[in-house]
């Protein structure tokens, strides 16, 4: 297991001096920021990236994300020239020593919650999720709460969008999914790229918008698509999490070899269709972080894992979800987790 850490670029309040002091950190997870979707990431940029990082004692073998644009999830005439460009990225990464690329291919939003500061009994605040205030939101107005929200779109072009993907449905999502894929894991096979779908966050669709990377058959289905070693997973604990029939430790098992990065977290259920984010511990919520480091140890994952989304802890303000400590005390709690579990449970 190598621990990460997600690095928002040159704006990140959080520095890669300050990154590599978290004790255990290998790596920074980290994109290319200032180019939209669809379009070519320079070879400078992509290195001056790697630069930074092993300018200070890091990393940079972990991508989050190439963005998938709708033209290819939509499949439209756009799209084959699209899924050429994604695959010269992919290729201009492989060369530049990342070896493990995460994605997602949830339609027009990606991941969605209905309040950014909810507050906690301990003075925290995080970010929660609640599926009666999200559906009373109009997306077309701008009111929804996404921390990771692309908001350039104009109103003709998001109606325009969701109207799209109602027609679409979810079967011819998962074609054009296997369009992308039987396209993209060859290239990245032959240059040692480890591919890794995000799941939908949360998993289960909304407005009317078709969500496929949900549970553990769509997941299955998923990895059959194309059956190569290299197409496979980021396991996002708190994501499939927020559903309680997701049994996360038989994922883990489950998927074995197929999991290249662990998106590891917390969250409490606080109801039908609602929860909110806590610290990372076991005891802080409701997901067995302990069962889960246990099973990927049992199964011998030697892929990355990063700390997910932190609270707003001790007055830092920050990007939702991203801040420094939460985060940071989330990476030590984890290193001790397989720390412990390898040393005796093994
Ligand atoms: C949120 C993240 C997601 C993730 C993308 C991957 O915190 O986990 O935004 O980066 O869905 O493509």
């Not at 701008?142 to 027609?167: I, M, N, R, V």
């Not at 296997?178 to 240059?191: C, D, G, N, R, Y």
Request: charged share 25%.
């Amino acid at each position: 297991m190598k621990m990460t850490f997600r690095w928002y670029g040159e704006s990140d309040p959080v520095t890669l001096s300050q990154i590599r002091q978290i004790p255990t950190m290998t790596g920074i997870v980290s994109a290319v920021y200032d180019v939209k979707p669809g379009g070519l990431w320079s070879e400078e940029s992509i290195n001056n990236i790697k630069k930074q990082a092993n300018d200070n004692g890091l990393e940079f073998e972990v991508v989050e994300s190439v963005p998938v644009p709708e033209d290819i999830k939509l499949g439209n005439e756009k799209a084959p020239q699209l899924i050429e460009n994604y695959c010269e990225n992919v290729r201009r990464l492989g060369k530049a020593g990342v070896k493990c690329i995460c994605y997602n291919f949830m339609p027009v939003f990606d991941w969605l919650r209905s309040e950014l500061e909810h507050q906690q009994a301990d003075g925290a605040n995080a970010l929660a999720y609640d599926h009666n205030t999200v559906l009373a939101m109009d997306p077309l107005k701008g009111d929804l709460a996404l921390p990771g929200w692309d908001a350039s779109y104009t109103k003709e072009e998001l109606k325009g969008l969701l109207l799209a993907y109602q027609e679409l449905g979810e079967e011819k999502l998962w074609n054009n999914m296997q369009t992308f894929l039987e396209a993209v894991i060859p290239v990245a096979k032959e240059v040692g790229v480890n591919m890794a779908i995000h799941p939908d966050d949360p998993p289960w669709g909304m407005f009317g918008l078709p969500r496929i990377i949900t549970n553990k058959k769509n997941l299955t289905r998923f990895l059959k698509l194309v059956d190569e070693t290299n197409n496979g997973l980021t396991l996002c604990t708190g994501s499939l999490g927020a559903n309680p029939d997701n049994d996360l430790i038989d994922m883990v098992r489950s998927f074995e070899g197929r999991i290249h990065f662990m998106h590891m977290r917390n969250i409490k259920h606080t109801g039908p269709l609602q929860f909110e984010e806590v610290g990372h511990p076991t005891e802080c919520g409701s997901l067995d972080l302990y069962g889960i480091a246990k099973a990927l140890v049992d199964t011998n994952f030697d892929g990355y894992v990063r700390p997910d989304h932190g609270r707003m802890i001790w007055g830092e303000k920050g990007r939702y979800g991203y801040g420094l400590f939460d985060r940071a005390l989330g990476a030590t709690y984890l290193a001790g987790l397989f720390e412990g579990i390898e040393k005796t449970v093994k």
